[in-house]
């Protein structure tokens, strides 16, 4: 090894040390208002990581891989006297403790090579560290019915997937129709609605509106349109703007979710999905900004009922519906052509975009259509589920929702429709 990738190796692991230990220094100076101490900071941190790296760095000199463990155990050992000490005083928590122990180890990674996972360790851990109100908030908002849906959806994930064949049966149309494939897909949709479902309880659903709107479409862009119209008609009707401005965001990030399902599913159909997505998309974060400039009023609370997406009943009827619209669109491309498949594109889009989303990239990436036939089909189910949403507004809402939210429903309308007809 070069004295210069020595050099660097170290200079990481002191990065990470630092890095770490100004987040514990800041934790200590917000908890000195209570009394609260911290045994770590900057330096100590600083230092634990440059004794990992060292610790590592003699082991290999000596050829002797337990002297590493004699090496670290001296720093262990003081840290847990120092959580000991602290457990003493009444102070129960052991998170700077921990947070040393992985420091340590780290360094320890850096001197071995391991770089990018060092620096991943290290950010990760720092999140972790910060994050300490808000995963306390996210603690306390779930409920057991949470807790015991997402334990059902991960044990029936775990035993279930990796048996289920992974082999389509029968011939054209029915060979679309894999087992282990359908299911890969109700678990990608609902990490995507949980991930939104999670940011929701760490923000608290009464966040403001505009907040809520962009959680609320990442779970569900349904779902909150709904609300947002329902509540129009329950609620002072001066926030109208506003509620428009929610649903519109929600909207935006529909589409987001539809880049990044696809992206997961078949990349290489984005480089043509994604211009018109990304335009369509635009065209409604521009009026969301335009009504955001408009004077309105704010609402002191938000909230948008989203079920836990984890749940196995609305993930099994998801799976049920994607294999449905999967087993659809094969067969009205194979036997209609395209034209077939843009219509079942347009009627599976009434009812869910996700499952039309996933059945035509699947198809794409299969061989089974090519990726212009499959972007515009992705843009027509996307359009049929903003026009029902667009529906949903105009025939729950007030006047004043109304008149604040039909110009940007036909722009998003105009530009996504345009885009799938040219291209």
């Known amino acids: 090894m070069t004295e210069q990738?020595?050099?660097?190796?170290?200079?990481?692991?002191?990065?990470?040390?630092?890095?770490?230990?100004?987040?514990?220094?800041?934790?200590?100076?917000?908890?000195?208002?209570?009394?609260h101490k911290t045994a770590a900071g900057v330096r100590t941190f600083a230092l634990i990581a440059l004794l990992g790296c060292l610790a590592a760095l003699i082991a290999d000199i000596l050829q002797l891989p337990w002297a590493?463990?004699?090496?670290?155990?001296?720093?262990?050992?003081?840290?847990?006297?120092?959580?000991?000490?602290?457990?003493?005083?009444?102070?129960?928590?052991?998170?700077?403790?921990?947070?040393?122990?992985?420091?340590?180890?780290?360094?320890?990674?850096?001197?071995?090579?391991?770089?990018?996972?060092?620096?991943?360790?290290?950010?990760?851990?720092?999140?972790?560290?910060?994050?300490?109100?808000?995963?306390?908030?996210?603690?306390?908002?779930?409920?057991?019915?949470?807790?015991?849906?997402?334990?059902?959806?991960?044990?029936?994930?775990?035993?279930?997937?990796?048996?289920?064949?992974?082999?389509?049966?029968?011939?054209?149309?029915?060979?679309?129709l894999n087992p282990y494939k359908i299911w890969l897909m109700v678990v990608l949709i609902s990490g995507i609605s949980f991930s939104g479902y999670?940011?929701?309880?760490?923000?608290?659903?009464?966040?403001?509106?505009?907040?809520?709107g962009l959680l609320g479409g990442l779970a569900s862009s349904t779902?909150?349109?709904?609300?947002?119209?329902?509540?129009?008609?329950?609620?002072?009707?001066?926030?109208?703007?506003?509620?428009?401005?929610?649903?519109?965001?929600?909207?935006?990030?529909?589409?987001?979710?539809?880049?990044?399902?696809?992206?997961?599913?078949?990349a290489p159909l984005l480089r043509v999905l994604w211009l018109p997505i990304v335009l369509a998309a635009g065209a409604g974060l521009a009026y969301a900004i335009y009504l955001h400039l408009m004077p309105h009023d704010e609402d002191e609370g938000s909230e948008v009922k989203v079920s836990n997406p984890f749940e196995l009943r609305p993930a099994i009827t998801f799976g049920l519906l994607y294999g449905v619209i999967l087993l659809l669109a094969r067969t009205a491309n194979l036997y209609f052509g395209d034209v077939g498949l843009y219509l079942s594109s347009l009627f599976s889009g009434l009812a869910d975009v996700d499952a039309i989303t996933l059945s035509v990239t699947e198809l794409s990436r299969s061989g089974g259509l090519d990726r212009v036939t499959a972007a515009r089909a992705i843009l027509l189910a996307a359009m049929a589920n903003t026009a029902v949403k667009g529906g949903i507004v105009l025939s729950g809402g007030t006047a004043e929702l109304r008149r604040a939210f039909w110009p940007g429903f036909l722009l998003i309308l105009a530009v996504g429709s345009g885009t799938a007809l040219l291209l």
């Not at 290290?122 to 057991?144: D, F, G, M, Q, Y």
């Not at 999670?198 to 809520?212: E, F, H, P």
Request: one cysteine or more; aromatic letters at 8%; glycine letters at 6%.
């Open 198 to 212: 999670v940011l929701m309880k760490i923000a608290g659903s009464q966040r403001g509106i505009w907040l809520t």
């Open 5 to 35: 990738t020595l050099f660097y190796r170290f200079g990481v692991a002191l990065f990470i040390g630092i890095l770490v230990g100004l987040q514990r220094e800041h934790a200590y100076d917000v908890a000195r208002k209570s009394e």
């Open 223 to 266: 779902a909150a349109t709904l609300s947002f119209a329902q509540r129009s008609r329950t609620e002072d009707r001066r926030l109208a703007k506003s509620f428009a401005l929610a649903i519109t965001l929600a909207w935006t990030v529909m589409f987001v979710r539809i880049l990044v399902a696809v992206g997961v599913v078949h």
């Open 68 to 176: 590493y463990v004699g090496l670290i155990l001296a720093p262990v050992v003081l840290i847990a006297v120092g959580y000991a000490a602290a457990a003493w005083r009444g102070e129960m928590g052991m998170t700077t403790e921990v947070a040393a122990v992985v420091t340590l180890l780290t360094g320890s990674l850096c001197y071995w090579g391991e770089m990018a996972l060092a620096a991943a360790l290290a950010v990760i851990t720092t999140l972790l560290l910060s994050l300490k109100i808000e995963l306390h908030r996210l603690a306390e908002n779930l409920t057991r019915a949470d807790i015991v849906a997402a334990l059902k959806f991960a044990i029936i994930t775990a035993i279930v997937l990796p048996v289920l064949p992974k082999q389509s049966f029968g011939p054209p149309p029915v060979d679309v």
